[in-house]
């Protein structure tokens, strides 16, 4: 019965936003506010990253950097690659094994080393750059074998 007077009450809201109750106005705009901001703050957040594609978005260690690797075949870009996926894959397995068993300082002291080791075999931090310019590179490739097909 609760149920039945509950419902007898509710009354429906037309979907025209010129006839909803003047207080949920705010927060209706609120709402799409909210959703603007956050569309808007991926897009820029997105567009800013520094890439062969956005160099604008670098600074010049980057740019010389990007200039460095892409001076290199496609196919030693990948050799190169695969080379530090291997050893990130070595360096993860022998510091999982030894975090695993550690606790409290020795394991941050492990983390930290692991951290340091990573940095060391990504060519300190070469290894998100050499995947774009690779990404690029074969999009780049793929859009030349198109070109000469036509």
């Known amino acids: 019965q609760a149920l039945k007077r509950s419902s007898a009450q ?3 809201i037309p979907l025209h936003s010129h006839s909803f109750p003047d207080n949920l106005q705010p927060q209706m705009i609120f709402q799409k506010l909210v959703v603007v901001c956050a569309v ?3 897009t820029l ?3 800013a990253e520094c890439g062969p594609e956005s160099l604008e978005h670098c600074n010049e260690d980057e740019k010389n ?3 460095s690797i892409q001076s290199k ?3 030693s870009l990948t050799t190169q690659l695969e080379v530090m996926e291997e050893n ?3 360096v993860e397995d022998m510091y999982a094994q030894q975090i695993g068993a550690s606790s409290g300082e020795k394991k941050e002291t492990l983390l930290q080393e692991k951290n ?3 940095y060391e075999v990504t060519g300190h931090g070469t290894y998100t750059m050499l995947k774009k310019i690779i990404q690029w590179k074969e999009t780049e490739l793929k859009a030349a074998e198109r070109a ?3």
Do not use: P, W, Y
Request: one cysteine or more; hydrophobic letters at 55%.
């Open 73 to 75: 075949s496609l196919g």
């Open 88 to 90: 990130i894959k070595e």
């Open 45 to 47: 957040c997105h567009a």
């Open 148 to 150: 000469a097909e036509l």
């Open 65 to 67: 950097q990007i200039f």
């Open 40 to 42: 808007m703050l991926v």
């Open 10 to 12: 509710a009354t429906a």
């Open 116 to 118: 340091d080791r990573l």
